[in-house]
């Protein structure tokens, strides 16, 4: 069974652009979480997504968004690309529902540099 | 507040002695507990969990963990580490319908052969 991909592996952007990252959730998931690890943060919740729905998002401004399509994929898109932004980010998926039976499952992460 | 704290940075142990990573928690309900672990450029893959029952958890590659309510801690734990042990550990915290889950700073592990 393929685990969560996450494309593309390496982003090098500049100040003020947009950056926009993908993430395939296993099989069978329904949600799809998005963090965000800056060296030495820890990993930082942005936003889960779960039926095509945005359903929480963390303490990031606006111009950190995203979406989920049908197919559960989803896309994270960061406009207005700040220094502070270069980070690792992570897509997490779930079989969705109730967090608390649910696990969470990780990709490889795209590292996000911006210039 | 939530919160996740390992409190060690870097831990270094020789191949072959015991391990143990700690992870406190703040949390205001029943806490879901997790352990992941990171090597180096990839995601996290999940090591152990704890929702209820058996306050001594097994995992996956020899680890365990044990929930101490009364500490609040789920400390991680292996009887004797290998080289490819070495990485970064994360504990978290969730609760049913918080829907997301709080990262600890992480321990990062060296081994030395």
């Known amino acids: 069974e393929a685990g969560v991909t996450q494309s593309p592996t390496h982003l090098i952007k500049t100040r003020g652009q947009q950056a926009t990252l993908r993430c395939s959730p296993i099989?069978?998931?329904?949600?799809v979480y998005w963090y965000q690890q800056a060296l030495g943060l820890g990993l930082q919740f942005l936003l889960w997504y779960d039926e095509g729905e945005e359903r929480n998002r963390g303490n990031f401004p606006p111009r950190f968004s995203g979406r989920q399509f049908p197919n559960y994929s989803s896309e994270l898109n960061v406009n207005a690309l700040e220094l502070e932004d270069s980070a690792l980010y992570l897509c997490?998926?779930?079989?969705?529902?109730?967090?608390?039976?649910?696990?969470?499952?990780f990709g490889p992460g795209t590292r996000l540099t911006v210039l | 507040a939530q919160s996740v704290t390992q409190p060690d940075i870097h831990i270094t142990v020789s191949e072959g002695a015991s391990l143990e990573l700690r992870c406190n928690y703040s949390y205001g309900a029943t806490p879901y507990l997790f352990w992941y672990v990171q090597s180096p450029g990839q995601g996290l893959q999940l090591l152990l969990k704890?929702?209820?029952?058996?306050?001594l958890v097994q995992g996956i590659k020899g680890f365990e963990a044990e929930f101490k309510r009364s500490q609040s801690s789920f400390n991680l734990r292996k009887p004797s580490v290998h080289w490819s042990d070495a990485a970064e550990y994360f504990c978290a915290v969730a609760g049913a319908g918080t829907y997301k889950y709080i990262f600890g700073t992480g321990t990062r592990l060296k081994v030395l052969a």
């Open positions: 099989s069978g998931h329904t949600s």
């Open positions: 704890y929702f209820s029952g058996d306050t």
């Open positions: 997490a998926s779930s079989l969705g529902g109730n967090l608390g039976t649910d696990t969470q499952y």
